[in-house]
């Protein structure tokens, strides 16, 4: 079982930034797995942000590329999001994700809140 526990949601001015972590534990094949940022807004389906696959291959959407940044650190068993440029719409529940050999995990989500 996996665990995945997400942290530095806030609130940011428009403009601002923020980087999200997401510390995984609970398994030793971190560096196998697929991490990925997902946010779903209110009244909104939950939506892809960006995904880093095992080998380093990253994949952003196209309203986070330019301005997220996805990267992932295998001795600490974390993933980041760093996101510059934020705003309003950017407003959401942000949910880190991994998957590997069939299994998906979840984190409890962390909220992000662009306002001034």
């Known amino acids: 079982q996996v665990q995945l526990v997400e942290s530095g949601g806030g609130l940011v001015q428009p403009g601002g930034s923020l980087r999200l972590s997401c510390a995984a534990s609970g398994s030793i094949f971190f560096h196998i797995y697929t991490m990925a940022w997902y946010r779903q807004a209110p009244g909104k389906t939950r939506e892809l942000v960006a995904n880093i696959v095992a080998g380093g291959t990253t994949n952003y959407a196209d309203s986070a590329k330019g301005r997220f940044t996805i990267s992932k650190d295998n001795a600490k068993n974390t993933v980041y999001l760093q996101m510059n440029s934020l705003k309003p719409e950017d407003t959401a529940v942000y949910y880190c994700?991994?998957?590997?050999?069939?299994?998906?995990?979840w984190g409890q989500g962390t909220q992000v809140t662009v306002s001034s």
């Open positions: 994700y991994a998957g590997a050999l069939g299994l998906d995990y």
